[in-house]
């Protein structure tokens, strides 16, 4: 293989990580764009303040479309992920549901904690952080 090929190479693979690099950056947590429950609520989605029974309360944003469980649901999705907010309107992480047919005791992403079963909902819980 030549310099020149050599150096194409590399000049292909640095442009490459630098594409990588943006991508990852537009996808920074909601917090670091200043979304929050009301920018997300001005823009469509569904924030709603969580039952009393969770502890801490919070509010968390369904994206429009795509809805959010609810008692007695006929046909109710897989799973559900919804960005969070303390009752100040900070970020605290993503909420994520899973129905409660498919999930399979599998930890709560990084912190390894339980999920938390919701019967009224028939979804298991866990708050990313």
């Known amino acids: 293989m ?7 190479r590399t000049i292909g693979a640095l442009l490459t990580l630098g594409v990588v690099a943006v991508l990852v950056s537009a996808t920074t947590p909601a917090q ?3 979304v929050t429950p009301e920018t997300l609520a001005a823009a469509g989605w569904d924030c709603f303040l969580t039952p009393p029974f969770i502890v801490p309360p919070r509010i ?17 999705a897989p799973a559900y992920t919804f960005p969070t907010f303390d009752l ?6 993503k909420v ?15 912190s390894g904690d339980p999920y938390v079963f919701r019967s009224l909902i028939g979804y298991y819980e866990c708050l990313r952080i």
């Open 2 to 8: 030549s310099n020149a090929s050599k150096q194409l």
């Open 32 to 34: 670091a764009e200043g």
């Open 60 to 76: 968390s944003c369904a994206n429009p479309g795509l809805g959010r469980p609810f008692p007695g649901n006929p046909d109710p």
């Open 88 to 93: 100040g309107g900070n970020y605290l992480g």
């Open 96 to 110: 994520h549901l899973v129905r409660a047919d498919l999930y399979g005791g599998q930890p709560c992403g990084p």
